[in-house]
């Protein structure tokens, strides 16, 4: 049975709850490429990124009957996927991987970028990545998910003063390694 | 500067807001996955049984259970010898009965489940990828009740549970718990060691 489109994320939960497995596709289309921008720039690679979204997909059809409030799967998700991310990031860590800022280019950006802008996106995705992992996390929660701190807390665990700090510590990190290309 | 600070993380932000798009095959690779896991069945017989509803009762169903309930205790305590192994919650526990494999990089562990009412026991765990299906890891019934299964598992810490009748997730009642952190499910924990 095919389901009507727009489904509520409560209506696709309860069929996948029944039994109708097929029916988690429609979750995984529906939040692939959405949470895809902040796997990937939290890890800074293509193939991480794509091994959180999967497990976190994963993970979240295992414990799916554990979701409290399904018409908010999505939230619910994403923290599953934030906690991947730090997993895979200390994993990547330990590995000393070096980022590669083809992945860029590699991973189709849906939006084409003038040959211009792509020498400034390189650098901030090298910036980025030279950043602390809590201070990315709370930088991309903060500015590119543009969630709220009481959001932010609740998602990581991590009070709000200290949320505040690493932003900030972010934001100033972020200007001093890409003074250069502002100066330019 | 304040003003200047804000205008540069704005411009940072505004170029990692960009889309960033994923491919189809991202889809392929998680429902494949999916579909090794067990199916969810919440109105199944288990589910029906542990979900919680409210129950209207009138005096007269008060009083019938009453009686029930004095009809039960009666019944217990003739039956106070009976076998406590026959309880009805599953009991479990794992083991190392065998020696270890040429590549010393694994145990053959037995788990062993008291599952009166399953009409099937799998065991998984993050040794065979939460798959209920892996055919190595398919308990089987040894009368009264008892399940169990030999099976390799690699040197190390590893979180397992038992999955009944593909819909099920029972940890090990006799096994330290693991607390999957990303959703609160409990699993079994278990260490692997070289034996000596």
Redesign the interface.
């Known amino acids: 049975m095919l389901l009507e489109a727009g489904s509520s994320d409560a209506v696709v939960v309860?069929r996948?709850?029944?039994?109708d497995?097929?029916a988690?596709?429609e979750l995984?289309?529906r939040y692939?490429?959405r949470y895809?921008?902040y796997a990937?720039?939290m890890l800074g690679n293509r193939e991480d990124?794509?091994e959180a979204?999967?497990d976190a997909?994963?993970?979240?059809?295992?414990?799916?009957?554990?979701?409290e409030d399904p018409e908010r799967f999505g939230a619910?998700l994403f923290?599953?996927l934030v906690?991947?991310c730090r997993t895979l990031g200390a994993r990547r860590g330990r590995r000393a991987r070096t980022f590669v800022v083809d992945e860029v280019a590699l991973?189709?950006?849906?939006?084409e970028h003038p040959a211009g802008?792509t020498a400034?996106?390189e650098e901030?995705d090298r910036a980025?990545q030279q950043l602390r992992g809590d201070q990315r996390e709370a930088f991309?929660l903060k500015?590119?998910e543009?969630l709220g701190y009481d959001e932010m807390s609740q998602l990581t665990g991590v009070g709000v003063s200290a949320l505040k700090m690493r932003v900030m510590r972010a934001?100033e990190r972020?200007?001093e390694l890409?003074s250069e290309v502002?100066d330019a | 500067m304040r003003d200047e600070t804000e205008q540069d993380i704005e411009r940072i932000a505004r170029e990692l807001r960009v889309p960033v798009a994923v491919g189809r095959a991202l889809d392929a690779r998680v429902m494949r996955a999916v579909r090794r896991l067990p199916r969810h069945a919440r109105f199944g017989l288990w589910s029906r049984l542990i979900t919680p509803r409210t129950v209207t009762v009138t005096p007269l169903v008060w009083g019938m259970l009453a009686a029930a309930v004095a009809m039960f205790a009666v019944l217990g305590a003739m039956h106070a010898g009976a076998d406590l192994n026959r309880a009805a919650k599953p009991i479990a526990r794992a083991f190392f009965p065998g020696p270890k494999n040429a590549a010393s990089t694994s145990q053959r562990v037995q788990f062993v489940l008291v599952a009166p009412d399953a009409k099937k026991v799998a065991v998984v765990g993050d040794f065979n990828g939460w798959d209920a299906s892996h055919a190595a890891y398919q308990a089987q019934h040894r009368g009264g009740g008892v399940w169990s299964v030999t099976a390799p598992v690699p040197l190390g810490h590893h979180r397992y549970s038992f999955v009944v009748d593909d819909s099920l997730w029972v940890a090990d009642p006799t096994a330290p718990r693991v607390i999957d952190y990303d959703y609160g499910m409990p699993n079994s924990a278990i260490v692997v060691q070289e034996q000596k």
């Open positions: 309860a996948v709850l029944r039994g497995v097929e988690f596709s995984v289309e692939r490429d895809a921008r990937f720039h990124a794509e979204l999967q997909f994963v993970r979240a059809y295992r414990s799916l009957a554990r979701c619910w923290r599953i906690n991947r991973l189709g950006a849906a939006e802008t400034w996106r901030i980025l991309l500015y590119v543009e934001c972020l200007r890409l502002y």
